[in-house]
């Protein structure tokens, strides 16, 4: 990416040209490399109040790049960059729960509670902190899990790495499997939700998607793990990947999931929780695909607060997990 002009009437505004290193990048994520240090968040309060324009249009946060566009960005002050140092404790754990790295990518069974990306009222999520842990690599966010879900979540460590896993998640070549527990008891221990979604965004800034003839198609694969009372473990394979698609597509068929606090039963809620559940239950145990003749698998197990909660409702001495 070059720059042509660095004014157009104000000064510091930066107009660029896309090269072909970023052609297909989401540009919140481009904007990310560009304004090294800049935190998410103001990223993407510039994007929000339009200061950010491709080819003279606003842009959105999920808008992908073209070789040749041209890209403006406004001044950014440093006094505006509400820069912080990422907290030393969630450094390590996100360094600590590394599980699979080569040239092209680096893995983590990502612990919940911690963001993908910074951004929303979030410092820091596991990108940024993983920056901080390695600040000598350059890592690209490959995907993104909600805050609350636990489990594998992908980095490239370059270009081509990222651009092709991204293209393999657009065309459907990529497999995502899920471990969740539904509550109640579904008829079926193997079914599929086909139901399209439309994402909203609710007056107060919070995000929300429901199932609409006018969303997209969304596809989900679900199969019965094992049984507990008033509760199923479920696998969830997806058939596309839209946002909350696990969540939303298992409330729509009457069975939400344990501890969602947005889509799930308020009632189910507190029982769980009473018996030891603190979180949603969603964990994203294994993601697959192939790229460039090699294969790859990375999978991580189901964290012990989550095994130990399933050991409480079944009714087993704490430590004999479920699975």
Do not use: W
């Amino acid at each position: 990416m070059q720059t042509v002009t660095s004014q157009d009437g104000s000064h510091g505004v930066r107009q660029l040209e896309v090269g072909a290193e970023r052609d297909g990048q989401r540009i919140d994520n481009a904007l990310a490399t560009i304004l090294k240090g800049v935190p998410k968040s103001l990223i993407y309060r510039i994007l929000r109040t339009g200061q950010v324009r491709v080819n003279g249009k606003r842009a959105k946060p999920d808008t992908r790049l073209v070789a040749g566009d041209m890209l403006r960005i406004p001044p950014v002050r440093v006094a505006e960059r509400e820069s912080s140092e990422a907290p030393a404790g969630q450094v390590a754990e996100v360094a600590d729960a590394v599980i699979f790295e080569d040239k092209h990518f680096l893995v983590i069974d990502k612990p919940p509670g911690v963001a993908s990306h910074g951004g929303s009222g979030v410092s820091h999520g596991a990108i940024e902190l993983l920056r901080a842990a390695r600040p000598k690599e350059s890592l690209e966010l490959v995907h993104r899990l909600d805050r609350d879900t636990s489990g594998v979540l992908v980095f490239s460590r370059t270009r081509p790495a990222l651009t092709g896993l991204q293209a393999l998640i657009r065309e459907g070549e990529v497999t995502k499997q899920y471990l969740c527990l539904m509550t109640g008891a579904p008829s079926r221990a193997k079914f599929d939700v086909n139901a399209p979604l439309q994402k909203s965004i609710l007056q107060g800034g919070e995000r929300m998607v429901r199932v609409s003839d006018k969303g997209k198609p969304s596809l989900t694969f679900f199969r019965e793990v094992e049984q507990y009372p008033g509760a199923r473990l479920m696998e969830a394979t997806l058939g596309t990947g839209r946002t909350h698609q696990i969540r939303v597509h298992a409330a729509h068929v009457g069975h939400p999931l344990a501890g969602d606090p947005k889509y799930g039963d308020a009632e189910a809620n507190q029982r769980f929780r009473k018996q030891g559940l603190k979180r949603m239950f969603l964990h994203a145990s294994l993601m697959s695909f192939e790229l460039d003749g090699r294969a790859y698998a990375f999978s991580a197990p189901l964290p012990d607060e989550l095994k130990d909660f399933l050991d409480k409702l079944r009714g087993r001495p704490r430590g004999k997990t479920a699975r």
